[in-house]
């Protein structure tokens, strides 16, 4: 029985900041789970050092299940993004235990694979439809065969979305959050251009994708979702606020268009009534916020009785610890979609040695015992966190925007 001795909270930021928790066991294996939530990082790591690591010592590091279950129903206070990033945290670090234990990678005690690679989608984006299509066109002759296609709005100072690094995209960019100037009236017009465009120049056998970041009523997503149609979008992701599940019941009465959400979501529950109503598509829950490997399973089995396939969140928020963990899910899971995939920086790959690679539109998560990721804690140690926010939006009119 491999018995939990330690367990710490390493908050470290080369370029962004990231949350990593570190479970050692007395036979001396370790393993690494990812905390970081997007400008709320420290809410997480204090949660994880005063209120869970205490809970883990002496625990049997093999007893996943069981500590899942523990630290959900025993808090009383149950689900939010806080709760389910750190049960994320412990969740992963335990599984990267038992694969190192059983020298095995993750995905070989999750099933095995069910595919030979995973397909990921780069992101394309620019300040006009061109350059947007420009960056697009270099995706595809990498071998990207989904590729995101985000451009600025004509008549709007900066659009959240579209970034300067065409390989490197951090949203979350200033000590305040900027504030973000926004009209859906000039965004509806550009879309359908920017898809026109895009189909033109790439062709038909390459997947497009578009994030609408939540910023229409289920009306005007009906309508963007129609007018895309002839350009046969692989996706339209979160296309309303999903707090309400039932909007999504309006947008399908109005296109054929895939829809994707829940990069937000947190738990099942966040998921349930669009999954068994078959209002969306594509589930986009991931494993840090979505409580780890044991709770994302149990969302992606539901998502499967109805053909809803995964298609998680991969943005650099999520370390190459999420990441590796995405990987060795997404190989396994009978209905697996998609992974977004946002590179990481040098600086942190160095923080993060791991075993997962790219090629030509595919990823694998590699053959190492476990996650396949370390931490160098000594380089890690020279990045201190740096407060980081989120943009915000605002109509053209000052009216902060709900989305």
């Known amino acids: 029985m491999p018995r939990i001795i330690d367990a710490k909270v390493i908050v470290t930021c080369p370029g962004r900041n990231f949350v990593t928790l570190k479970i050692e066991t007395e036979d001396g294996v370790y393993g690494l789970g990812d905390a970081t939530l997007n400008g709320r990082e420290l809410s997480v790591a204090s949660?994880?050092?005063?209120?869970?690591?205490?809970?883990l010592i002496g625990r049997d590091a093999h007893r996943i299940e069981d500590i899942w279950q523990y630290l959900y129903k025993g808090a009383y206070w149950r689900r939010g993004p806080v709760t389910m990033s750190a049960i994320a945290a412990v969740d992963t670090a335990l599984w990267d235990i038992k694969g190192k234990l059983a020298g095995l990678p993750l995905y070989q005690l999750l099933g095995g694979a069910s595919r030979d690679g995973?397909?990921?989608?780069?992101?394309?984006?620019?300040?006009?439809?061109?350059?947007?299509v420009e960056v697009a066109r270099n995706y595809q002759q990498q071998g990207y065969k989904a590729i995101r296609l985000q451009c600025g709005v004509p008549g709007l100072p900066s659009t959240y979305g579209v970034s300067k690094d065409k390989m490197f995209y951090e949203p979350a960019d200033a000590d305040l959050p900027t504030e973000n100037l926004w009209s859906t009236e000039k965004y509806l017009r550009v879309v359908p251009e920017l898809f026109k465009a895009a189909r033109a120049a790439l062709g038909w056998d390459v997947h497009l994708l578009h994030d609408i970041h939540h910023r229409l009523t289920p009306?005007?997503?009906?309508?963007?979702?129609?007018d895309l149609e002839p350009y046969r979008p692989f996706w339209l992701e979160d296309a309303t606020p999903a707090e309400n599940q039932d909007a999504f019941r309006l947008i399908r009465q109005h296109t054929t268009t895939p829809l994707a959400v829940g990069e937000i979501f947190n738990s099942i529950w966040d998921a349930k009534h669009l999954i068994e109503n078959q209002l969306i598509d594509y589930i986009r829950a991931t494993v840090v916020h979505a409580g780890g490997i044991t709770h994302l399973?149990?969302?992606?089995?539901?998502?499967?009785?109805?053909?809803?396939?995964?298609?998680?969140h991969g943005a650099t928020d999520l370390s190459p610890v999420c990441m590796a963990a995405a990987l060795h899910f997404d190989l396994s899971v009978p209905n697996f979609g998609v992974q977004?995939?946002?590179?990481?920086?040098?600086?942190?790959?160095?923080?993060f040695p791991h075993a997962y690679s790219f090629e030509r539109g595919m990823m694998h998560p590699g053959e190492k015992p476990g996650l396949g990721v370390e931490l160098d804690e000594v380089l890690a140690a020279q990045y201190p966190y740096a407060r980081a926010y989120l943009p915000v939006n605002r109509l053209e009119d000052g009216t902060m925007y709900n989305w």
């Open 47 to 55: 949660y994880l050092s005063d209120h869970v690591v205490p809970l």
């Open 118 to 132: 995973v397909m990921v989608y780069g992101h394309a984006n620019g300040v006009s439809i061109e350059e947007t």
């Open 219 to 226: 009306i005007e997503a009906g309508r963007l979702g129609k």
């Open 297 to 312: 399973r149990r969302i992606a089995a539901h998502a499967d009785l109805y053909q809803i396939r995964t298609g998680c």
């Open 340 to 351: 977004e995939y946002m590179r990481h920086t040098p600086e942190t790959d160095a923080v």
